[in-house]
């Protein structure tokens, strides 16, 4: 099993980016898909999570009434769309795709916004 994300970049400030991560080799209905980011010289934090069993829906408070996160089934894609992005959004953003049995993550799709 294996998840990848695409998209990110360069991005100003206010900006609105979306990031994906695609899974395969896992039933992507049956795991919850979530999103954590490492900013510079930061731990990794959490930033969002879709839990399959019922479609909820967790974000970071950081992140909250700015981010989106929502999947595709048909695609087996995970979306997080980022709006109003702040310098301190910066950060490597990791998908990680979890169930009851195993968990794996991405390599990271980096994000950058400049002012």
């Known amino acids: 099993a294996q998840v990848v994300e695409s998209g990110g970049g360069l991005v100003q400030a206010g900006g609105s980016p979306r990031i994906s991560c695609t899974a395969s080799?896992?039933?992507?209905?049956?795991?919850?898909m979530a999103w954590s980011r490492e900013g510079p010289g930061k731990e990794r934090e959490f930033v969002a999570s879709?839990?399959?069993?019922?479609?909820?829906?967790y974000y970071a408070d950081s992140v909250k009434g700015r981010f989106t996160i929502y999947r595709d089934i048909a695609k087996n894609t995970v979306y997080l769309q980022m709006n109003n992005l702040k310098l301190e959004d910066t950060a490597v953003y990791y998908c990680n795709a979890s169930s009851d049995y195993d968990t794996c993550w991405g390599q990271g799709a980096q994000v950058t916004v400049s002012s």
């Open positions: 879709h839990v399959h069993k019922d479609g909820s829906t």
């Open positions: 080799g896992l039933t992507f209905n049956q795991y919850t």
